[in-house]
């Protein structure tokens, strides 16, 4: 039942574990630290991490397991919901010390999750990875355990979407950004949007043309997407469009109202100000 888990990253956890990469000692090769979140329904959802001091030498691995005590309870009094659900390390396999580490997980929570970050960027990408430790042996023979893959994906809440597109937005320049406008972000949704739909277009010509070879997949998910709009008449659309726009527009001008009202305050007050 345990190999059924999925694993659900957010961006944040992964920006941590690069970030304590890119801080490591100078003699460490990996890094490895706590994964923290929830478990339900088979999906282990990981939004957070803390990186876990430790040393690696041929035959044995030394970490601080004090500081990743007290590192949990302290992040415990902020956010209660966030519980122990596995461990990651950088990297692209498992190490022979991997096991040692995880008998240490597994006594403070069910079935905790190695993750692997692929740091190194073998294969041209950051790999993932997630593995479940499973025990092998024989009745009253040898017993071991393996490491086995399970699915493992990155999901995101919709500020850590805003947060990435800005991410992604500074790829190409090297300046920082300054936050949009609602208007600026409704253009940008709107150009997005177009882009997609032009390239949907293009894709159903293109099979219909039989350029393109046919999707089922594809098919259906265009027909219920299509399905999935609303039937309104252009007359209403206009409506309710202009009736956000007007909504939006009032919002905008009082901000900015607001805003030159305090620069003007601020003026009046030095000009007022008696000078000594």
Not at 146 to 166: G, K, Q
Not at 185 to 195: K, N, V
Not at 209 to 230: E, I, K, S, T, Y
Request: net charge negative; proline share 4%; hydrophobic share 40%.
């Amino acid at each position: 039942m345990a190999l059924n888990l999925t694993v659900k990253v957010h961006p944040v956890v992964l920006f941590q574990i690069v970030d304590a990469y890119e801080r490591r000692n100078a003699d460490a090769h990996r890094v490895i630290g706590t994964l923290l979140g929830s478990v339900e329904k088979g999906v282990v959802e990981v939004t957070n991490c803390f990186c876990v001091p430790h040393k690696e030498y041929e035959e044995m691995v030394e970490a601080e397991l004090n500081y990743a005590m007290d590192l949990y309870e302290m992040n415990l009094k902020v956010n209660k919901q966030e519980s122990i659900v596995g461990w990651w390390a950088t990297g692209n396999e498992v190490t022979s010390h991997s096991s040692v580490i995880h008998e240490y997980y597994a006594r403070e929570c069910s079935n905790p999750v190695h993750m692997t970050l692929d740091t190194t960027l073998q294969g041209s990408h950051m790999g993932i990875r997630a593995y479940l430790n499973v025990p092998l042996g024989v009745p009253s023979g040898k017993s071991g355990s393996m490491f086995t893959p399970i699915p493992v994906e990155v999901t995101c809440y919709d500020p850590e979407t805003v947060a990435l597109r800005h991410c992604e937005k500074t790829l190409k320049q090297k300046k920082g950004l300054e936050a949009c406008t609602d208007l600026g972000l409704i253009a940008e949704a709107s150009e997005r949007i177009t882009t997609l739909l032009d390239l949907v277009l293009a894709y159903v010509e293109d099979v219909l043309a039989g350029r393109a070879a046919p999707d089922n997949a594809v098919g259906r998910a265009l027909f219920d997407m299509v399905h999935a709009v609303p039937a309104i008449t252009p007359d209403q659309f206009d409506e309710m469009f202009n009736s956000n726009i007007k909504d939006l527009l009032m919002v905008v001008t009082l901000c900015q109202l607001t805003k030159t009202q305090l620069q003007l305050n601020e003026k009046l007050t030095l000009l007022t100000t008696p000078s000594t």
